[in-house]
């Protein structure tokens, strides 16, 4: 109907008549045949211009009532305030015989029957509105936060009360919570100080593992992602790899250590493997799946406007697994947190894990459970940072 209510030609004229006059020209069809009656009488003209003329009829009527509930809806819609009544009380209505009517005239009467608003009549009161609606975002947001803080918070306090209760009796092997709080105070509120060797705050040894699993979970993360295309790619790389894959993922991560420190001769470089070799399979796995289950739609456009194989990798294979990926990044970094802090028992130096153990070692009771409150935490931290990036890459898509 726009059409015709913009004065336009009929919509499907030019189309219909380039394909009469291209039948025509190819000797297909007669050349002397009248084509825009045909087209005419095809489309049936006649009821496209009845229908045209009868909802401009319709929306002539209508018109005006949809303008007025539009204009209502907008002076009502800031924060539900209701809008200012008009003047319809017998000394409203003296005031306007008095002063002639007119739009102007009902302006003067608002500002003197109803002293909040302003010039139009609603003017002054759109700031009460600024202000409540502020009150009722921050009341909504308080409210948001609360129900997503205080469940941890209750679990947390019930669980701290009952170990209180079970490690206060006499005899009990384990320190409750207020005498860990005593013990390990000063490791707790001073994590930055560094004695030298391997006396170092908390902050030192969780920095020194977590520099480690940085360099090891980046090299499995792109070691991970090339592998993980070509298993998802390539039917022959599947079948070859993924039963060995299958097979090297069920190793524990301190099984790789001896074997890592016979190869390297060094406490570094096979912390690092271990990191790696723990690291890797959920990658590959989850990344492989993501290639796997790429739309075949996808893929005959690329062969169509025959993109190279980097392209179709660029555009097409790296955008439509990001939320696999960072499936198995999630992952693979928190089995990179858990292998290092094993490891780091048995290689010894400057590390969270090695500090754990040297506090066995001294019956360092309260060190240990604070230690493992720190690891908790930090794993918790690298879980929302991927996460985060996470979504933020693939734009709040997830993998199905």
Not at 213 to 239: D, E, H
Not at 321 to 326: D, Q, R, S
Not at 345 to 364: E, K, P, T
Not at 388 to 400: D, K, L, M, N, Y
Request: net charge positive; charged share 20%.
């Amino acid at each position: 109907m726009k059409f015709w209510r913009d004065h336009a030609s009929y919509p499907f004229q030019s189309h219909e008549l380039w394909f009469l006059t291209e039948n025509q020209r190819w000797g297909m069809m007669a050349a002397d045949l009248d084509t825009k009656a045909i087209i005419a009488k095809v489309n049936r003209e006649d009821l496209w211009r009845e229908a045209a003329k009868n909802d401009r009829r319709r929306g002539d009527r209508h018109a005006g009532k949809r303008r007025r509930a539009a204009r209502r809806r907008s002076s009502t819609a800031r924060c539900s305030i209701p809008p200012i009544p008009r003047p319809t009380s017998p000394a409203c209505r003296s005031r306007r015989w008095r002063d002639g009517g007119g739009r102007q005239s009902n302006a003067r009467i608002r500002r003197r029957c109803h002293p909040g608003a302003g010039r139009h009549g609603r003017d002054r009161a759109v700031p009460a509105a600024d202000a409540a609606c502020p009150r009722a975002r921050r009341a909504k947001r308080a409210r948001h936060l609360a129900r997503i803080v205080l469940p941890p918070l209750i679990v947390i306090a019930v669980t701290l009360f009952v170990w209180q209760l079970l490690c206060s009796e006499p005899g009990a092997r384990l320190p409750p919570p207020t005498k860990v709080v005593a013990d390990a105070w000063d490791f707790i509120v001073d994590p930055f100080y560094d004695n030298g060797g391997i006396d170092k705050g908390a902050f030192w040894q969780i920095s020194k593992s977590l520099g480690r699993v940085g360099i090891g979970f980046s090299f499995a993360a792109v070691v991970g992602v090339a592998l993980g295309v070509l298993v998802g790619q390539s039917t022959w790389a599947m079948r070859g790899l993924d039963p060995i894959f299958q097979v090297l993922r069920t190793v524990p991560p301190l099984a790789w250590l001896p074997l890592s420190l016979a190869g390297f001769r060094d406490s570094h470089p096979s912390a690092l493997f271990v990191i790696f070799i723990t690291s890797i399979w959920p990658i590959i796995i989850n990344t492989s799946v993501g290639v796997r289950n790429i739309p075949q739609d996808y893929r005959n456009v690329a062969a169509v406007i025959r993109l190279s194989w980097w392209e179709v990798f660029w555009k097409i294979t790296l955008p439509a697994t990001v939320p696999y990926i960072f499936t198995g990044l999630r992952i693979g970094v928190g089995l990179s947190w858990l292998a290092i802090v094993a490891a780091e028992m048995l290689i010894g130096g400057v590390g969270i894990g090695f500090f754990i153990w040297d506090a066995w070692n001294s019956s360092r009771i309260s060190d240990i459970i604070v230690a493992l409150v720190y690891i908790g935490i930090v794993g918790f931290l690298l879980d929302k940072l991927i996460a985060t990036v996470g979504h933020f890459v693939s734009h709040g898509v997830s993998a199905q």
